[in-house]
C-alpha cells in the first residue's frame, strides 16, 4: 500500500530588513560664487517691486525682468558686469584662503562627498586638490630633464622637441651620473613616505 507524504508545514518568512536610509555626507563650507550679472540685475528688480508693496509673481517679474534686461544699453550693463567681476575676484581669494587653512579630514570628507554625488549622476564636481598634501618627488629622468631646461642650452628648442632632447641625453649619459639622479629621487622618496604617513594620519 503506497503511502501519502504529507507536506510539510511552509516556513515562515523572516520579515525582511528595512533598509537603513543612505547617510548624507556633510559638505564642508566653502565660499559660494558670486552672482552673475545677469542676477545682480534680476535681484535688484525684485527688492523694486517688494518695496513698491506690489503683490510679487517670480515667474511673471522674471519676464518683465528679463525684457528690461535686453532693453540695457553696452553702458549700463557694463556696471553690473564689473561688480560681478570685482565679486569674482573676490570669491577666488577667499576659494584660495579656504584652501589652504582646510584640514586633511576636510578634505577627505567633501571628496567622499563630491565622489557620492558622481556616483548620483552629478557632473562638473571634481575633487578637491590640497594644496598643502605632500607632493611624490621627480623621478630620475624628470630631475635629470629639469636640470637641463634650467641650464638654458635647449630654450631655444620647442617643448616637444626639449622633450626629445631631454630623452636623448639621458640614453647617453653616462651611468654614475644616471645613478646620482636615482640616488636623489631615493632620498626624495623616502622623506615623501614620511611626510605621506603623516598626512594620511590626519585623515
Known sequence: MTKIKADKPAKA??????????KKIKAVPLPKRPSTSWNLFF?????????????????VEGAIAAARWK??????KQV????????????????????QEMTPAEYKQENLRRAALR???????????????PKRPLSNFFLFAKDQRESGKYAHLSLKEQAK????AWQSLAEGEKARYTEINRVAMEAYKIEKANYDAQT
Open 13 to 22: 518568512e523572516k520579515p525582511k530588513k528595512a533598509l537603513k536610509p543612505e
Open 43 to 59: 535681484r535688484e528688480h525684485m527688492e523694486k517691486v517688494k518695496a513698491s508693496g506690489k503683490t510679487v509673481v517670480p515667474t
Open 71 to 76: 532693453e540695457l544699453t553696452p553702458e549700463e
Open 80 to 99: 553690473y558686469q564689473d561688480k560681478y567681476k570685482a565679486n569674482f575676484e573676490e570669491f577666488k581669494q577667499a576659494r584660495s584662503d579656504r584652501l
Open 119 to 133: 556616483e548620483k549622476g552629478r557632473k562638473g564636481l571634481p575633487n578637491l586638490k590640497d594644496p598643502n598634501a
Open 165 to 168: 632632447s631631454f630623452a636623448d
